[in-house]
């Protein structure tokens, strides 16, 4: 995905949101479980940040 030098908010939480979903899909096509472990840390990560820019959206618009 390709945004102009700064992105907004939901543009991050859009990327985010898919890297969620494709390190979740990574995790159940692991072929080791040192590779799922990693990749489910790595859904959760994302996940959390798409939730702190859910956070910082509402935020934003509480402030409009």
């Known amino acids: 995905m390709s945004f102009a030098d700064d992105p907004t908010t939901e543009q991050l ?5 898919e890297r969620e979903h494709d390190e979740r899909e990574r995790a159940q096509s ?5 590779e799922e472990r990693a990749a489910a840390r790595r859904a959760e990560k994302a996940g959390y940040l798409k ?6 959206a509402a935020s934003d618009d509480s402030r409009a």
């Open 13 to 17: 939480r859009a990327v985010q949101a």
């Open 30 to 34: 692991a072929v080791t479980g040192a």
């Open 51 to 56: 939730d702190k820019l859910d956070e910082q």
